[in-house]
T-cell receptor, first 114, second 111 residues
Framework: GENVEQHPSTLSVQEGDSAVIKCTYS??????FPWYKQELGKGPQLIID?????GEKKDQRIAVTLNKTAKHFSLHITETQPEDSAVYFC?????????????FGKGTLLTVNP | DGGITQSPKYLFRKEGQNVTLSCEQN?????MYWYRQDPGQGLRLIYY???????QKGDIAEGYSVSREKKESFPLTVTSAQKNPTAFYLC??????????FGPGTRLTVT
């Protein structure tokens, strides 16, 4: 099955700096890659996603890039703010058929210091 | 408000008891999912259902059971056969094979 590795496990940045979180996946048939933000004690919130026919997607301060050849994708947060502090999860879905399953990375705890 | 509700937020049970976690959605989504989250771990899929009256095992289904009698509801029963039931349980739903939206979660503690 699919395996998703996420790095780093913790990341601390100063307010205003950029943050980058990277994920690699094992199955070249994967075609959908969402990113979730989870605040303490809450459910994960979908913040951005990308499909395999696109190399980059941006939404205000958040962007995701996908390198299908290398089988990795990254989350970029610019101009970080204290409210960006949370755990971020990447995930991948293997395409084809009626497969609805997402495989998640283990998460990155991002701390933005004021 | 449209969304996914999970109840209760906190649940305490004695070892050996079965317990049922509730998940309801009013988003008219066909697919629903149950995940388990342990400290420092990603989300692991327990069961999922793509349509009413049908469901499939995920990666860690042992010790759990589900039903999908209504489109809006997907309850999860944690049985006494689950060896380490204490965890944060998350329900999600989706309208297609892409975006999944999560509920607020139920924290289950078994002593």
């Amino acid at each position: 099955g699919e395996n998703v590795e996420q790095h780093p496990s913790t990341l601390s940045v100063q307010e205003g700096d950029s943050a980058v979180i990277k994920c690699t996946y094992s199955d070249s048939a994967s075609n959908y890659f969402p990113w979730y933000k989870q605040e303490l004690g809450k459910g994960p919130q979908l913040i951005i996603d990308i499909r395999s026919n696109v190399g980059e997607k941006k939404d205000q301060r958040i962007a995701v890039t996908l390198n299908k050849t290398a089988k990795h994708f990254s989350l970029h947060i610019t101009e970080t703010q204290p409210e960006d502090s949370a755990v971020y999860f990447c995930a991948a879905r293997i395409g084809g058929g009626s497969n609805y399953k997402l495989t998640f990375g283990k998460g990155t705890l991002l701390t933005v210091n004021p | 408000d449209g969304g996914i509700t999970q109840s209760p937020k906190y649940l305490f049970r004695k070892e050996g008891q079965n317990v049922t976690l509730s998940c309801e959605q009013n988003l008219n989504h066909d697919a629903m999912y149950w995940y388990r989250q342990d400290p420092g771990q990603g989300l692991r899929l327990i069961y999922y259902s793509q349509i009413v009256n049908d469901f499939q095992k995920g990666d860690i289904a042992e010790g759990y059971s589900v039903s999908r009698e209504k489109k809006e509801s997907f309850p999860l029963t944690v049985t006494s056969a689950q060896k380490n039931p204490t965890a944060f349980y998350l329900c999600a739903s989706s309208s297609d094979r892409y975006e999944q939206y999560f509920g607020p979660g139920t924290r289950l503690t078994v002593t």
